[in-house]
């Protein structure tokens, strides 16, 4: 019988459609997955799983829709829970309080239903919020608990702005403030006098404002505006470039022009810009665009980044929020509530889609914002789940990246890989309380860097088994990689559709422990795994095993498939980064 070791060294183009589950012919298939859950594709070629979302605490009735992202410095940074005509603040983990228990609040004539019209934009302490229902507003921060918002006294108010009629755009480009698409004008966009964000006086001069309508052959609505060496302009029917009318010269009411750059046409999600490339939403809300400058073209060249993993987008994108540090990930927050997450390196050339499944019952996510954070970029949800036989809605952050340090006797201590999760320090204790979040939920715990036995939250706390100092708690999240079938182990032509079966596979990895191998049967769909035994003889029962970094070798004694495919889960709350597998596979 013949025999193959192939080496999977590479992960990062994520989860492939199950249309290209046959393109054995194509790179991409060598370094993709059928399946990724809850693991993050690197540019360097390994999977790692993501960190837990820690709970900050519970949306104002249960209420917020949206949460918005205020930055000022990448020392200041603020996320706002954007609810029925409220607004709260959070800032370094925490909710911004008057008083103990009190928020700090500013009252807004948003509602429900407008939250996910909005759109804005920022200037220093002054947020732009643009909404088709509602005139022009800015939220101007002179202190943690010193918030204003207010309509925007303009010089010279558009005169077709009132009333179903305001700008449902903003953004700056040039010093100037721009306004775009009221329902009335869908296709007209404003710019301000240049260094004066709220003078819309139009003119001659050089730097009055100004007033321009995109001249189509259909009246198609501008959903977005992004600025690169040109204002980019996003259409449900296409693309357009707003220029001085050559490159580097400025936009002024004699040198202007606006020209189609495609015709992918956006849906009601407002674009991102990541580097040269602006990353929008495809009209049907079911494709992840980018379009970038192409010098061979002399212009802005539109394409998918979502070609290879459409079917996790079917339910529609309905926000983005972009985390530059330490992976660089878009996430995608779908209109039916689960989070996907496209890991994006144009450099590097890859773009990997990921499922997030989050942990709990009746789990929404119904937003998603960054902000700046120590070292890296924070991701911040509004979480929808349901406790104790009630919907409740979360502000919850996902934890910074695990990273152990070398020779670390208690190397997990720190570790959160649970959802929704509270950490206690302190004295060994056995009753970890300020669980009331997760009344009546199994949650998992790690203590003092050990998994220990799943409790059930009763009147907002646990008891342990035993006293501990370092204690995680939190709802079950697995990490899974499912790899796509093995195509080796014939001797004559291709292995697909063939009988083949895998003796062991050898397995390499960085700082990971606690997780399990094996295989999917495709006859019953069932993964058939076992959990890795990584602790060493010499490691004291009483103590939390060393991680593993380098390679191992696991049995996997599987029938014969048809399609040969290896599943790596992970379901105790540890750290697990796959760097690659070597299966050994037996043809029939």
Same mark, same amino acid.
């Given at each position: ?57 519970? @949306? ?260 983005? @929020? ?102 206690? @320090? ?163």
């Amino acid at each position: 019988m013949p025999r193959a070791v192939p080496l999977i060294s590479a992960f990062n183009r994520g989860e492939l459609t199950p249309l290209m589950r046959s393109r054995v012919d194509l790179d991409i298939y060598q370094r993709a997955t059928a399946r990724m859950e809850n693991m993050i594709p690197l540019a360097q070629g390994p999977a790692t799983r993501r960190p837990g979302t820690r709970h900050i605490a519970r @949306a104002k009735a249960d209420a917020a829709v949206l949460l918005i992202e205020f930055e000022f410095s990448a020392v200041q940074a603020y996320v706002i829970e954007a609810g029925p005509n409220v607004f709260r603040f959070f800032r370094n983990g925490a909710l911004i309080e008057t008083s103990p228990g009190v928020a700090y609040e500013v009252a807004t004539p948003y509602s429900a239903a407008d939250l996910a019209g909005l759109q804005w934009a920022q200037s220093a302490d002054v947020l732009y919020l643009a909404h088709p229902n509602h005139a022009p507003r800015k939220l101007s921060r002179t202190g943690h608990t010193a918030w204003t918002l207010a309509a925007i006294a303009f010089t010279a108010t558009p005169a077709e702005w009132t009333g179903t009629n305001y700008p449902a755009c903003v953004t700056f480009f040039q010093s100037r403030l721009w306004w775009a698409g009221t329902p009335g004008q869908p296709q007209t966009i404003w710019g301000s006098k240049t260094g004066d964000f709220e003078n819309l006086t139009t003119g001659a001069p050089a730097d009055s404002a100004l007033k321009l309508t995109i001249d189509d052959d259909q009246m198609n609505a501008i959903r977005w505006l992004r600025a690169q060496r040109v204002l980019l302009i996003g259409t449900a029917s296409g693309e357009f470039a707003l220029s001085g009318g050559s490159s580097g010269e400025p936009v002024t009411p004699s040198s202007l022009q606006c020209i189609r750059q495609g015709s992918i046409g956006s849906g009601p999600v407002g674009a991102t810009s990541i580097g040269n490339s602006v990353i929008f939403v495809q009209r049907a809300r079911r494709k992840i665009m980018e379009i970038a400058y192409a010098f061979d073209a002399d212009g802005y060249v539109g394409g998918e980044l979502s070609l290879m993993a459409g079917h996790l987008l079917r339910a529609g994108v309905a926000r983005m @929020a972009w985390q530059q540090e330490p992976w660089r990930v878009l996430w995608l927050v779908m209109l039916d509530g689960t989070l996907v997450g496209m890991t994006f390196m144009k450099d590097q050339q890859v773009v990997g889609f990921h499922r997030h499944p989050i942990g709990g019952t009746g789990v929404k996510v119904l937003s998603a914002a960054c902000i700046p954070g120590i070292g890296a970029t924070e991701l911040w949800l509004l979480v929808e789940r349901t406790i104790a036989g009630g919907t409740r809605r979360y502000v919850e952050r996902m934890e910074p990246e695990f990273w152990a340090d070398d020779g670390d006797a208690r190397p997990t201590l720190g570790a959160v890989f649970m959802d929704s999760a509270i950490t206690y @320090a302190g004295v060994p204790a056995s009753a970890i309380a300020g669980l009331d979040h997760l009344e009546g939920q199994t949650v998992q715990v790690l203590a003092d860097g050990a998994a220990h036995p799943g409790r059930v939250v009763s009147g907002g706390a646990i008891t342990l088994q035993r006293p501990a100092s370092r204690v995680a708690v939190g709802l079950r999240a697995d990490a899974l990689v499912r790899t796509l079938d093995l195509s080796v182990g014939a001797q004559d032509g291709t292995a697909q559709t063939r009988h083949r079966r895998v003796n062991e596979v050898g397995v390499v990895l960085h700082q990971s422990m606690g997780f399990e191998i094996g295989y999917m049967d495709d006859r019953s769909g069932a993964e058939v795994t076992d959990l890795v035994e990584t602790r060493r003889p010499a490691t004291p029962m009483d103590a939390p095993p060393p991680l593993v970094s380098g390679p191992l070798v696991a049995m996997v004694p599987s029938d014969h498939q048809r399609e040969c495919r290896l599943v790596v889960r992970s379901s105790q709350p540890l750290p697990l980064t796959l760097v690659a597998l070597a299966p050994r596979v037996q043809g029939a």
